[in-house]
């Protein structure tokens, strides 16, 4: 009996590693192999690709598709998805327009890159090939192209207007983002490569460095032959045409280099995949006959166990163990109808300011806040709800049964407050925002992967009202959303043709009736029609194209200034709307003031308006009121605008070094018949006074309202008593004028006017 259980716990000691060994390694492995051969499909079609996108950026056509191509394309991507990729490649290949062409080539290559999951197919060692590989370098291709078409287009104008000279230094720019990221990235990444053929990517990177230097050596005579030209005759465009082909030659180079450099990689991950499957495979036969009748027994318990395991590993978050997006939604597949009365209810939590953070406290306080954020997550949490991560700073909570959706609704509210507060984390305090976005279904409905987008739409909705808030989804949310997406689209095009550019509103000294400013407020010109910013700001926020707004309205503001500075010896204010993003890096005020200075115009010539509710956000509040007072040491001037709205005013006068506030219009708009809107007016006006700031109010559009402002000590007045917003031409006449209010009419022919 106690050999038998010697011989027992013998086999057992003998068989459960070997089961253990056989059930993780062929699932595991096979599945590996499987994974990697998708890969690889994916990498020889993206090779395939290659020529054609080459071909395009140089000749401007692609004359033959291979039908290999096409069926390829087919059974990579399957019934899901082949359909998708079939239409980016004839978009991509029947489009004139070739920028427009490699756009749909790079994004062509880029859901290839995604479906065949080349970032994590191969070792540690290449998973940053795929992004340098379709985004850095496709890039270059296509930016290196406009700039070559804009080379010929420009070569042929018989004459150079301002919007080219400013359009083609942007244009070169995004270009030498590009390129010199890529250049950079070979540098550094390619340095620990230890693969057998690293050295001939080492070696197409050079060639490609070279290229580009090349490329923009030659671009550059472009650039200031265009800054100096008046007509296309005076463009050094053929140097950057010729270049063109080589630069595009060598990147493509270095693009088969990346791809062959993958799929040896790949090809040796297999192989070792297969060995160690064929190494399992022969030490689990030998153990398994040895010891068969037990192993029958025991290796349905421990592959049942090695299965869970694995899953765990695809289906969990590993900072915080939380299961994570996939696991979400194979949840919300799995859910049954929902019953009569009852609905499905989502909400999408997201730490704002999240990447702020993580640059002023490191990566480890970040992880850490993600951890405690879980933790408390895990604890708020009903015990039916199922709580993920889903990336990022993002966390999902599902309540598969839900009865009252109004109770369902503060609690949202509940976890958004709870969330939000200052946490010590390793001797530092961190103040983390929240903010939530809700979907909940029709009754008796299926949960659908489409609740989460609607959710992160209802979450992008609560970010635009502010720290701590919450919305949940309406229809018209995702309505807005794709006209975003359509304004967004035809803006681009916009901001590259010109149509994008300031009006001035101008403001006036209420005692002497002089102009002393005006305000540049942005306009879409199209067609002889204007636009206003309200029907295209939210998109280009949305779209990230504000940046790119903010510097054509400043440079058309400085062109003004100049010629402000020829024409008139007068002081006059130009005012630039600046958002958080120019006031959140030092880097980019110094900038700002060296453009400045280059231009041969004075800080004091730029009123910068600035919004209190650009410092609502704790996080960062603290360096743009360090980079607003640089600025005002700089010799800008320093406008706070909306003054009285906001949620900080004193606050807000005692910590900024401000020269004027903006009396909003909702204080201005009958004033002088209000008795209770005089008091705080005056109270307004009093305070700004009494801190030897200036002040002035916008929306006056009475004599009346100027006569009691007058009274009451305001210094400078703006509005439609004055002047709408007009372009720069309209605005050097009036300043031409002079004394502004003399010319004013009557308040009795205004009203009939704006009737």
């Known amino acids: 009996m106690h050999i038998r259980g010697w011989l027992t716990g013998l086999i057992v000691f003998l068989l459960a590693p070997s089961l253990l060994f056989a059930s993780l390694w062929f699932y595991n492995k096979l599945s590996s192999v499987s994974a990697i051969d998708k890969s690889l499909d994916g990498l020889h079609i993206t090779q395939a690709l290659g020529p054609l996108i080459q071909e395009k950026a140089i000749t401007g056509t692609v004359r033959h598709i291979p039908a290999s191509l096409r069926s390829q394309l087919t059974g990579f991507g399957g019934p899901e998805r082949a359909k998708y990729l079939s239409d980016l490649l004839d978009k991509f290949t029947t489009e004139k327009d070739v920028n427009l062409s490699l756009k749909q080539g790079r994004e062509l290559a880029l859901a290839i890159t995604q479906m065949a999951r080349l970032t994590t197919a191969g070792s540690y060692e290449t998973s940053k090939l795929p992004y340098l590989l379709n985004d850095m370098l496709l890039s270059v291709v296509i930016e290196s192209s406009k700039m070559a078409e804009n080379a010929r287009r420009l ?118 995949t297969l060995f160690a499957v064929s190494l399992a495979g022969f030490v689990g036969a030998l153990v398994i006959f040895g010891a068969f009748g037990i192993a029958v027994a025991l290796s349905r318990a421990l592959a049942d166990r090695t299965q869970q395991e694995f899953e765990n590993l695809g289906f ?115 103040v983390v ?37 919450t919305a949940i989804f309406v229809p018209e949310m995702r309505a807005v959303f794709e006209e975003h997406s359509e304004t967004a689209n035809e803006l681009l095009d916009a901001i590259d043709e010109g149509n994008i550019v300031p009006w001035f509103q101008p403001q006036v000294d209420i005692n002497t009736g002089k102009i002393v400013g005006a305000e540049a407020l942005v306009r879409w010109v199209d067609n002889g029609g204007v636009r206003y910013p309200g029907s295209f700001l939210p998109a280009a926020e949305d779209a990230g194209y504000m940046k790119l707004i903010e510097a054509t309205v400043r440079q058309q503001a400085f062109n003004l200034a100049t010629t402000l500075n020829t024409q008139t010896d007068r002081c006059i204010h130009l005012g630039l709307n600046v958002s958080a993003d120019l006031l959140g890096s030092a880097k980019a005020a110094d900038a700002l003031h060296q453009t400045v200075l280059d231009l041969g115009l004075k800080p004091s010539d730029f009123s910068l308006e600035i919004l209190e509710a650009v410092m609502i956000d704790e996080t960062a509040a603290d360096p743009i009121k360090e980079n607003i007072a640089h600025l005002s040491d700089l010799g800008f001037f320093i406008e706070l605008d909306d003054f009285g709205t906001g949620h900080s005013s004193i606050s807000s006068l005692r910590d900024l070094h401000v020269d004027r506030v903006k009396i909003d219009r909702s204080f201005v708009s009958g004033v002088n018949n209000k008795p209770d809107l005089q008091k705080f007016t005056s109270a307004l006006i009093n305070l700004a006074k009494s801190l030897d700031i200036s002040v002035l109010a916008e929306g006056v559009e009475t004599e009346e309202e100027r006569c009691w402002l007058q009274q009451n000590g305001c210094d400078v007045i703006q509005g439609f008593l004055i002047s709408k917003a007009v372009p720069q031409e309209q605005l050097m006449t009036m300043i031409l004028r002079q004394d502004i209010l003399k010319t004013l009419p009557s308040t009795e022919t205004l009203h009939a006017v704006q009737a």
């Open 316 to 430: 969990h978050d590993p900072l915080t163990g939380l299961p994570n997006r996939r696991a979400l939604l194979d949840k919300m597949r799995d859910l049954p109808q929902s019953e009569d009365g009852q609905r499905i209810g989502l909400i999408v939590f997201d730490l704002r300011q999240f990447k702020k953070i993580n640059n002023q406290y490191g990566d480890q306080t970040g992880d850490a806040i993600l951890r405690l954020v879980g933790e408390q997550l895990t604890c708020l949490a009903e015990p039916e709800d199922f709580l993920s991560r889903t990336g990022g700073s993002e966390f999902v909570l599902l309540r598969p049964a839900l009865q009252d959706h109004s109770q369902f609704e503060r609690f949202a509210k509940k976890v958004a407050q709870s969330l939000a507060k200052e946490r010590p984390v390793d001797g530092q305090k961190v």
């Open 433 to 469: 925002e929240v903010n939530a976005g809700l979907y909940i279904n029709q009754a008796g409905s299926s949960a659908t992967d489409r609740m989460l987008i609607d959710a992160t739409l209802a979450l992008r909705s609560a970010k635009k009202k502010g720290p701590r808030k």
């Open 155 to 272: 070569s042929k104008r018989d004459t150079i207007n301002v919007w080219d000279k400013m359009s083609i230094p942007v244009q070169g720019g995004q270009f030498k983002v590009a390129a010199d990221g890529a250049a950079r990235e070979t540098v550094q990444y390619f340095e620990y490569l230890k693969g057998p053929h690293a050295d001939n990517l080492r070696q197409k990177a050079v060639q490609y460095r070279s290229a580009n230097v090349q490329f923009q050596t030659k671009g550059s005579k472009l650039l200031s032959s265009t800054i100096k030209g008046a007509t296309g005759k005076d463009i050094i465009s053929e140097p950057v045409i010729a270049a063109h082909p080589e630069l595009i030659h060598a990147t493509f180079m270095l693009w088969q280099e990346i791809l062959d450099y993958l799929n040896e990689n790949l090809e040796q991950q297999r192989s070792q």
